[in-house]
Structure formats: C-alpha cells, structure tokens
C-alpha cells in the first residue's frame, strides 16, 4: 500500500524576511527543502555542510536553480562548517550563528546517517547516536535563545523541527530497556548492545524524547518545537544496508517510496505550517500521530526524565551555560 499523499504547500504561505538554517542541506531532503524555502521567499538561508567545497555547490546549485531565481533572485544562500559527529564543531558552528545571524526563525535538524557497524564519533559517543541527536540537541539548546528572541521580535512563534521517523516504533528499548540506575548515553555507547538494524529508529525514538521534553520547557507562543517524518523517500540514504537487505529495499522504494520534493513538503509543513498543536508532537503525512508510544505513560515519562538529566549533564561538559537545563525538567 502506497504512502499517504502529500498535498502542496498552501497557496499564499510566505517566508519573507525570515531567517532559516537547516542542517545537512548539501543533497537529498536537506537540499530540496532548502530549495523550497527559497522559493518561498526566505529571505536567508544557511545549509550547514562537513565539507567546504561540497557546501559551496550545494549553494551555487540552489542559488542557479530556475524556480528559486524567479520567485526569490535576491535571497542570502550560504553554507556554514558543521560536523555533527563532533560536539567542538556544533558548538563553534552555534558560535558563529550567533555573532553572525541576527534573527533566526526557523531551525531544521535534518542532517543523519543510518550506518550498520559500530563507529564512534569524534566526541566519543555511537556514530549514529552523535550526529542524528547529540549534537543537534547541543545546537538546538544554545540556539533556542536566539529563536526566543526572533519570536519576541516577530510577535509570532519561532519553529525548531527535527526531521524524525516512523521508524522509531522499532526501537531495541523494549529487548535491551535501560538497567536500574545505567547512564542513558552509556548504554547507547555499550557496543555489546548495538544493533545496526535497529541504531537509526534508535536515535529517532531519542529525538522524539528529546522534541518532548524541550516542549515542556518552551512555551509554543515563543517556539513550536516538533518533529516530522517524511515517509520512504528513494535518496540513497539507505545505501548502507546489509548486501542481502538491498534488493529488498530497493522494491520497496520502487513501490512506495515518495519524491524527495513530497518529503521536502512535509518539513515545509512542520516548520512554516503547522500551528501549536503540534507543539512537542511528532508528526507522519503531515498529521499529529496518535499512534501509542513507547514515550506515553508512566514508564516513558521516567525514561525521558532520565534521558534529560543524563544529555544536558553530557552536553553541559561542552558548554557549562548550559547546565540549567537539567532543573528544568
């Protein structure tokens, strides 16, 4: 069965005057949905990028595209260093967001990988783990005070929407659950309990927490904070599977996978769109889903608990300002 179509962005939705980051821009969903922003109308756009050279043919691309020179020729495009895998780069990229962008209105946390063998990170931590959440998370905290303050300013909420995935019902919490008084990061750091198949629904279950637990903390009139999935999208993301998991996928994708610009429209709509009701929600075909989750009831809410004070202490070892997070859940 087919995925739920995606209908177009709304007729008369504006970006103009708005400033908008989005990580991991240079290909795929990242480089689409930040095409679309352009065309309709932000006024500046930074896609982050590992690679320099790689970064400046994502923008020389964006900024060529037909569409974007017709609707928004005098736009800002821009690319800024950021490797996720290492905390010292997320926390030099946020520095210089800081110093060098007034306003920001809308942040994206889209950059991923979904790898099948164990690696660590620069920072220490799982691959996986590090650069589809650590890092953001680190990003999205020193970053929220700026995106306070642009909602201040505007009158009108600021958005912070973290690409996320169905997949995350697949989980291994509910096989290997965190043991009586084991380090969240610890155990997600335990090579004895990585599970390549399972890493990637892993970190998106732990982003869902995390979007959960910063909408406790943030009122939706200053931030929406959410996070959406954009379906199976045919973008090689799944190039490192397993050589017997390949041909099935790859049916798979032929069967039912939406365009990127379907996926793109889904960000589009978690982050310009959508209203307050998806504040601290997560979100499949541009609908809140209601599906029940392993984060709902008494035993999610200590899990989330636990997974909070576990973070900010890790994150506040990289930046100290940031311990006060951890009394404000």
Known sequence: MRQPPILPTPTGTSLAGKT????????????ETSRHFLTLKAARVIITARDQKRGQEAVSALRADPEVKAANPSAVIEAFDLDLEDYQSGLEFSKRVKREVPELDVLVCNGGVNIMNYQKSKSGHERVMQVNCYTHFLISLELLPLLQATAAKRGSASRLNFVGSGTQYHHSLKKTPLSEGENFLAHFDDQR???????????????????????EIVPSSEVIVNNSCPGMLSTGF?????????????????????TTEDGARTVINASAVAGRETHGRFLQ???????????????????????WKDMVEDLAQVDKTLEHFSHQM
């Open 20 to 31: 908008i980051i989005i990580t991991g821009g240079t290909s795929g969903l990242g480089f």
């Open 193 to 215: 309990l990585y599970s390549g198949l399972t890493r990637y629904s892993d970190s998106k279950l732990v982003v869902n927490a995390f979007i959960r637990c910063l909408a």
């Open 238 to 258: 799944n190039r490192n599977l397993p050589l017997w998991l390949k041909p099935l996928v790859y049916t798979m994708n032929k069967m039912l996978a939406r």
């Open 285 to 307: 075909s541009n609908a809140v889903d209601t599906k029940a989750s392993f984060l709902d009831g008494d035993t999610g809410n200590a899990f989330m608990r636990r997974f």
